[in-house]
T-cell receptor, first 113, second 114 residues
Framework: DAKTTQPTSMDCAEGRAANLPCNHSTISGNEYVYWYRQIHSQGPQYIIHGLKNNETNEMASLIITEDRKSSTLILPHATLRDTAVYYCIVRSLNTGTASKLTFGTGTRLQVTL | DTGVSQNPRHKITKRGQNVTFRCDPISEHNRLYWYRQTLGQGPEFLTYFQNEAQLEKSRLLSDRFSAERPKGSFSTLEIQRTEQGDSAMYLC????????????FGPGTRLTVL
């Protein structure tokens, strides 16, 4: 699976949009971009995923650049409960593999009052 | 609560002892994963089951580690002759259906080896 690069940490004021960037310049055509987050003392939680089109769900929006070499996760109105480590993961859905998740060190997002 | 449970939540043991962790996945999920997470790092893949078959093991899974999933339901992860380097959070995740489906993680078992 392709490697990802994320900033170590970010701050965001409550109520503002949090924009978390991710670089995945070696992504291949059959690899998806997934985002998970991990709140302190909990297991990771799925947020969203996409291939090349922008995606939106009730939690967040995912913007993938046209060349697919980078993406941004957007939390439109961050709350204190969004404070967590956010992981950007590039994942192959080749059915011959375990389709495991390969986590990096993620971005620690701190939402403040 | 994701529906995936792990027991115990915490385990403290002395070096050289054996420990066993249990994961109960969401009942209809046929795929089950084990990950290990050390402080400040993201989770690392250990092994994967599809139903009762263990289909992939990471190089991280030394001979002292063994995992089972009898009957394709709950799974156990055993570590024999524990070492201080085994101290970590052990996470279990389950998923169903297609390869791209989200993995639901349990709360983890935190192991401390003294």
């Amino acid at each position: 699976d392709a490697k990802t690069t994320q900033p170590t940490s970010m701050d965001c004021a409550e109520g503002r949009a949090a924009n978390l960037p991710c670089n995945h310049s070696t992504i291949s055509g059959n690899e998806y971009v997934y985002w998970y987050r991990q709140i302190h003392s909990q297991g990771p939680q799925y947020i969203i995923h996409g291939l090349k089109n922008n995606e939106t769900n009730e939690m967040a929006s995912l913007i993938i650049t046209e060349d697919r070499k980078s993406s941004t996760l957007i939390l439109p109105h961050a709350t204190l409960r969004d404070t967590a480590v956010y992981y950007c993961i590039v994942r192959s859905l080749n059915t011959g593999t375990a389709s495991k998740l390969t986590f990096g060190t993620g971005t620690r997002l701190q939402v403040t009052l | 609560d994701t529906g995936v449970s792990q027991n115990p939540r915490h385990k403290i043991t002395k070096r050289g002892q054996n420990v066993t962790f249990r994961c109960d996945p969401i009942s209809e999920h046929n795929r089950l994963y084990w990950y290990r997470q050390t402080l400040g790092q993201g989770p690392e893949f250990l092994t994967y089951f599809q139903n009762e078959a263990q289909l992939e093991k990471s190089r991280l899974l030394s001979d002292r580690f063994s995992a089972e999933r009898p009957k394709g339901s709950f799974s156990t992860l055993e570590i024999q002759r524990t070492e201080q380097g085994d101290s970590a959070m052990y996470l279990c995740a389950s998923t169903e259906g297609g390869w791209g489906n989200e993995q639901f993680f349990g709360p983890g078992t935190r192991l401390t080896v003294l």
